[in-house]
């Protein structure tokens, strides 16, 4: 990659774009070189939208989720079971739930999960804000949505130790083979457990 | 990738991301995951630095590329050669020809190649002022440094013809076998160019 820029604009701007991760210098050279061919205004629009975003994000008071207001749209629906809360690591989980259409309760994003060797401790993480909405008594069922990594084993034997003393069910979800996995190249701890916690057969298809 | 986005910013921000080319809607959410967890004056720095690159930008009024000035700091410079003009295609160009340290004329760019399938015609690049240029009577060579594919020797065909009439020497840069190449991997164009145009062995390297 040429070292010496003909402008120090340009320059910057290559700079930035390398500094996000998985850019290289040749990659933010070009997006730099697509933006210079856009329309003016775009090129505005888009590096306000950056700015914006960064300045006026607000997280829900009540979920920790990314939001636009203080208490987001899925916290401020009426019609969903608020005695019911999902645990996710983060906005992009709460998506991913959010899509499958199968969950009609509230969310609780930890921001993260626990790692020590990132150095993220439990008090890094929403967990004292949950176990005061536990408190408060009006919970049923606390659904634990984390990674099946050993990070996310740490924090769902973390959180079930903090909430062990409230009278509420703490599930978290199934483990087993995925739709569409062939047998033969699903890795043995899963299909141990999903040997041990096999189910009786029913005619209804697992696709609905 | 989910489809429902808990904020708008945060769409509108991904969205924007996910427009510019060879970056998908799962590497946007990332990026902008990313800048979500960055020091806000950073994201801000970020931001001003790409709507002011496309605000401010200036082409050079001599040799075409992007430059801070209205007359670039190689154009400007008096110690270089002004009687030899290298053609090239983009500033990339420029730049990859300024770090081989050989060459101490001036450039000119082109703004692109013709190219009939992208609908780039010669009156879509700056040919017309590369012949004022030599109408001027002052240049002695017009070195065409383009790509050596079939919309690289269009061009050179083109400028070649348009500059036939003036007194001048209008070369291109060597075709052959590239440094650090295995020959048996070499394609059979490159090889046959290199045999028909073999040269007196020299003992200085090649690599000086």
């Given at each position: ?7 120090k604009?340009?320059?910057e ?7 996000l ?15 210079l ?52 690591e983060?906005v ?10 199968q969950f009609?309760?509230l ?5 993260g ?6 150095g ?22 606390i659904?634990l ?64």
């Amino acid at each position: 990659m040429p070292s010496r820029f003909p402008s120090k604009m340009l320059e910057e701007a290559v700079n930035e774009f390398a500094s996000l991760p998985g850019i290289g210098r040749k990659t933010a050279f070009r997006l730099v070189m697509h933006l210079l061919r856009r329309d003016s205004g775009e090129v505005r629009r888009f590096g306000e939208t950056i700015t914006r975003l960064r300045e006026d994000v607000c997280y829900c008071s009540i979920c920790h989720g990314i939001s636009d207001t203080p208490v987001c749209e899925i916290c401020s629906d009426q019609s969903r079971d608020r005695s019911v809360i999902c645990v996710v690591e983060n906005v992009q989980d709460v998506m991913a739930v959010e899509n499958t259409r199968q969950f009609r309760g509230l969310y609780h994003v930890l921001g993260g999960i626990i790692s020590p060797v990132d150095g993220i401790g439990p008090s890094d993480l929403t967990i004292t804000k949950l176990e005061e909405k536990v408190r408060e008594g009006t919970i049923k069922e606390i659904i634990l949505a984390l990674s099946t990594t050993m990070e996310g084993d740490t924090t769902n034997f973390y959180i079930f130790k903090r909430l062990s003393g409230y009278d509420l069910r703490v599930t978290t979800l199934a483990r087993g083979v995925a739709i569409g996995d062939i047998l033969e190249y699903t890795d043995e701890i899963t299909l141990g457990q999903s040997i041990l916690n096999r189910r009786p057969f029913s005619l209804q298809s697992d696709r609905s």
